[in-house]
């Protein structure tokens, strides 16, 4: 049943999620304005002591908003806070030695502000939404097709361009568009129900953490193709360090345990566990999904039988994994960052972990409803919807549709031209590819590794190129050998 897209929690929930953007954006304010060459900050003497009183009257406004306090009090007290730090630094940072980052972070700030105001003093009828025709738009052009090939678009992007997207300026604004865009579609209300489910939370967060730590890894990537390109040493071995793990590396170890634990018992308390009725035999849930960690491999189950998605696939990636020390022969790389002198091997890993797995959890945790059925992030999900869906096997594309004959009863005669073509997948393209695009591969690797890597390469490959066969041609089977359960 559909909810209201805004209430009276949404819209104070909003006002905040906006002022801790905005306080966001002034905190960047002070490393692009005090941030001396060497990366240590210089700040003025009695910055201190204005960042606590505001950070306290920001705090004190917070604390009451979970009280008795009426919400535009609470809002207000907190607002005095994030102002008077705003106007602080504008008094001794921006006037005095702005940068246009900084001016920019500014302008974020003002902006986030506003819409802070917006919802913390509007009523609720009057409290900004996203768009109706924006949502439609979104839901009309989302699917599977989209959402893969957005992916693979996407990661290309950011691999083709990583000197500008990995700077931080370009960094910082792209996780402002992404925090304002997620939310303001927290106005949706079939949105806010996948979403702010507390199971799902950690999905989002894992989104935030891959994504900074891949900007942070090409980042430094890029920095050390740049140094060697000058002929001078990679950053890691300019800063090499040496520390004792008694006592330095125990004590950081263990304010991170005590840190980490302590917000996980926070966590607990504050976002209650998402616990049903007990099970019953007589009814299955609908959706039935998986834990989050194995929704890529349930995904798998669109295009491949159960023993190659649950069984072969997952045994694959562990044995890849175990065998990547062994099939890799390039020894640049080694304890520092880069890209160009591992290009292939960096391209291959991300578009495995992000694009065939992390993405692939994320489709199946936000986009994937009712009977497994595909929703539009702002879409209903509707239980009683009924997609037609047409399973064509390739031994009906040879038989009936290209042959124009009926299909032969044995199954060996039937599933011939299947098992030929998978055979010519594995038999054919290893040489060939060895003579064309992996030709240094090859001669690097030598026989035997070449052949591992080729076929743990087109494993990886065959899921992909099935998810457009399914898309393209409603191609559910290459081999569909139904009397012995062996389908591919």
Request: hydrophobic letters at 55%; one cysteine or more; a neutral charge.
């Amino acid at each position: 049943m559909h909810g209201p897209d805004m209430t009276l929690a949404v819209k104070i929930g909003l006002s905040w999620c906006f002022a801790f953007l905005a306080a966001m954006n002034l905190t960047a304010i002070v490393f692009w304005v005090f941030r001396k060459e060497d990366g240590k900050l210089e700040l003025p003497e009695n910055f201190g002591l204005v960042a606590t009183l505001c950070g306290l009257v920001f705090g004190v406004g917070l604390v009451l908003a979970h009280t008795s306090v009426p919400a535009p009090v609470s809002y207000s007290i907190g607002l005095v806070g994030l102002l008077a730090f705003g106007a602080y630094l504008v008094a001794v940072g921006l006037l005095r030695a702005g940068s246009a980052a900084a001016w920019t972070w500014l302008v974020f700030a003002l902006v986030y502000l506003g819409l802070s105001a917006a919802y913390g003093y509007l009523p609720v009828s009057a409290a900004p939404v996203l768009p109706e025709a924006f949502r439609d738009t979104v839901d009309a052009v989302s699917g599977p097709v989209s959402f893969f090939f957005g992916s693979v678009i996407g990661l290309a992007v950011i691999i083709w361009f990583r000197e500008f997207i990995t700077r931080p300026a370009v960094g910082w604004i792209a996780l402002n568009i992404f925090l304002a865009f997620y939310a303001l579609s927290m106005t949706d209300w079939d949105f806010r129900q996948i979403v702010a489910k507390p199971d799902n939370i950690p999905i989002t967060m894992m989104l935030l953490t891959v994504g900074f730590f891949t900007w942070l890894a090409l980042r430094r990537a890029v920095e050390n193709d740049r140094r060697i390109a000058e002929g001078k040493p990679v950053v890691e071995k300019e800063r090499e360090e040496k520390v004792l793990v008694w006592p330095d590396l125990v004590y950081v170890e263990l304010i991170c345990m005590i840190i980490f634990t302590v917000g996980l018992v926070l966590w607990s308390i504050y976002l209650k566990a998402p616990i049903e009725q007990p099970a019953n035999l007589t009814e299955t849930p609908n959706p039935s999904k998986a834990p989050w960690y194995f929704l890529g491999l349930q995904e798998m189950l669109v295009y491949y039988d159960p023993w190659l998605a649950g069984v072969v696939f997952p045994g694959l990636i562990i044995l890849g994994l175990m065998a990547m020390p062994y099939i890799d022969v390039n020894v640049k790389g080694a304890g520092y960052y880069t890209f160009r002198e591992r290009s292939f091997a960096i391209t291959t890993f991300l578009f495995g972990f992000i694009v065939l797995w992390v993405l692939m959890v994320t489709l199946g945790t936000f986009l994937r409803g009712p009977g497994w059925n595909f929703y539009g992030p702002y879409q209903y999900w509707d239980p009683h919807l009924v997609l037609p869906l047409v399973n064509v096997d390739f031994s009906d594309y040879f038989w009936l549709y290209w042959l124009g004959v009926a299909k032969p009863e044995h199954w060996a005669l039937r599933e011939l031209p299947g098992i030929i073509a998978v055979l010519l997948y594995f038999l054919i393209l290893p040489p060939l590819l060895a003579r064309t695009v992996f030709r240094r591969l090859y001669l690097q690797m030598g026989f035997a590794r070449y052949m591992v890597f080729s076929f743990l390469f087109l494993m990886m490959a065959a899921l992909p190129l099935k998810m457009l066969l399914r898309w393209t041609f409603n191609l559910k089977y290459i081999v569909h050998i139904g009397e012995y359960f062996f389908n591919i």
